[in-house]
């Protein structure tokens, strides 16, 4: 099964822009459905992005939409979540994540995540 390692995670000042990227292996990205999710420490599961299968049509859940854009490489076996005007409300662990489909942000695997930590 593909395994999935974030990067780029780290601290910025609210109203600043940061890039993840998740790398894959063992399995190429274009076989699934793909993208991100976020869980605080004593949080639920929330801020889902995915980007589908074969025609790249993406969705985002409400409190990221607009200011979250995913996107997937192919060639490179890579996938990135580009964040622009953060808040401290967006600190929190970043996952990559494979999914059988994109409605509901129902992940199947992923990674570790990477801390984003976002100040006033």
């Known amino acids: 099964q593909v395994q999935l390692v974030e990067s780029g995670g780290g601290s910025v000042q609210a109203g600043g822009s940061l890039r993840l990227s998740c790398a894959a292996s063992?399995?190429?990205?274009?076989?699934?459905?793909i993208g991100w999710f976020r869980q605080a420490p004593g949080e639920v599961r929330e801020g889902g992005s995915c980007?589908?299968?074969?025609?790249?049509?993406?969705i985002y859940a409400d409190s990221v939409k607009g200011r979250f854009t995913i996107s997937r490489d192919n060639a490179k076996n890579t996938m990135y979540l580009k964040m622009h005007s953060l808040t401290p409300e967006d600190t929190s662990v970043y996952h990559c994540?494979?999914?059988?489909?994109?409605?509901?942000?129902?992940?199947?695997?992923w990674g570790v995540g990477t801390q984003v930590n976002v100040s006033s």
């Open positions: 063992r399995d190429t990205l274009d076989n699934y459905a």
């Open positions: 994540a494979a999914y059988y489909y994109c409605a509901g942000f129902s992940p199947t695997l």
């Open positions: 980007i589908s299968r074969g025609d790249g049509h993406t």
